[in-house]
């Protein structure tokens, strides 16, 4: 497993946007009976989405508004911003890398380090790392972070192992270089061998688009979709995020000997509820600790740490000193522990466009 130590850096200011536009579970006939219905709203926790649905809205459109949000209210100028990282599946275009469009649809100086990264579910965490990374040496001085996903675009509507569990979002993360501080602590690991079990076949440069890729087949009873929607094999993910994330997160603190009972707060990749609950079992967590909320945003990929962040504890984290550990897993396959620090956080209200 990788591990980092990564000091000299902290984070200063989360934001978060989310589409205006609702998808309620709760009268979703995809998933059946109104019995149905309430079993799988008891098992996922999930019982409504934000989402796109049309609205000619990007990841990166959640993402600019959450960056200038975050840039007023950290009182930054844009030319002091030093570094910019967009972590996504859902990038503008195939070319050019969506951090160049948002380099300068922000208005940041072109002096300033861009990139993309292509990670969903872990796509915050090794984010962080990146950018941790660069602005450790004092080079680089202030950072943003953008990570989002509009990933029901990627789903059938006629699929009901998908569309009703993934909502989308954009969020901003704001990294400073500061000597002398503590940092993060990483631990990451990737499982390529089963890349498949959440993959789009079709689109990309080993499997051309074709006619034939728009073609909708029924796969199981309530699901359809084509090859250039998303397929989740959902018990391998399954096992996958409740024998790696624990085993993640027990690594990072045995590795930096850290005292669980020091960690305020647990936030996890909002997959669903029954995996996080037995992520949380596992590592012995008590529920107060592991604040939720795909109740009201379902999985929004790439985002869901930092949305979970500003929508659920941003009163607490703008005051005060917290210990946050952060596990984000899924897509790749991959996996992503973290741990930091924050004083006095700067988390603007949660945005909707």
């Known amino acids: 497993m990788a591990f980092q130590e990564i000091k000299n850096v902290k984070i200063v200011g989360i934001s978060a946007c989310v589409p205006k536009h609702i998808k309620d579970n709760r009268d979703l006939t995809l998933l059946g009976s109104q019995d149905e219905i309430n079993k799988f709203i008891d098992t996922t926790g999930i019982a409504q989405r934000h989402t796109v649905d049309d609205q000619n809205i990007c990841t990166s459109d959640l993402c600019y508004e959450a960056a200038e949000k975050l840039i007023n209210e950290l009182n930054w100028s844009k030319e002091e911003i030093d570094c910019l990282i967009f972590v996504s599946q859902t990038p503008d275009y195939i070319l050019p890398a969506t951090s160049c469009i948002l380099q300068g649809r922000l208005g940041l ?10 990670l969903g579910c872990s796509g915050w965490v090794y984010g962080l790392s990146t950018m941790a990374s660069l602005l450790s040496t004092g080079n680089m001085k202030k950072a943003l972070l953008l990570v989002g996903d509009t990933v029901t675009v990627t789903k059938s509507k006629d699929d009901k192992s998908t569309y009703p569990l993934f909502g989308d979002a954009g969020t901003a993360t704001a990294v400073v270089y500061e000597s002398g501080n503590e940092g993060m602590k990483f631990n990451t690991g990737t499982d390529g061998n089963k890349y498949d079990s959440i993959i789009i076949r079709d689109g990309g440069f080993r499997n051309f688009f074709s006619k034939e890729s728009l073609e909708v087949k029924e796969h199981e009873p309530g699901i359809f979709r084509n090859n250039l929607q998303s397929f989740l094999h959902g018990q391998n993910v399954f096992i996958f995020g409740i024998t790696r994330a624990p085993k993640s997160i027990r690594s990072l603190i045995d590795k930096y000997k850290i005292d669980q009972e020091e960690i305020d707060y647990y936030v996890f990749h909002q997959a669903n509820l029954l995996m996080n609950e037995k992520i949380r079992k596992k590592i012995k967590v ?24 500003v929508a659920r504890l941003r009163e607490k984290l703008r005051n005060g000193n917290h210990k946050i550990l952060g596990c984000g897993f899924g897509v790749g396959l991959s996996w992503g522990t973290v741990v930091f620090n924050t004083k006095d956080l700067v988390c603007p209200e949660l945005i909707e466009i």
């Open 109 to 118: 100086s072109t002096e300033c380090f861009a990139m993309d990264i292509s």
């Open 286 to 309: 008590e529920s107060e600790k592991v604040p939720y909320s795909l109740d009201e945003f379902g999985n929004t990929s790439s985002a869901s740490i930092p949305l979970t962040m």
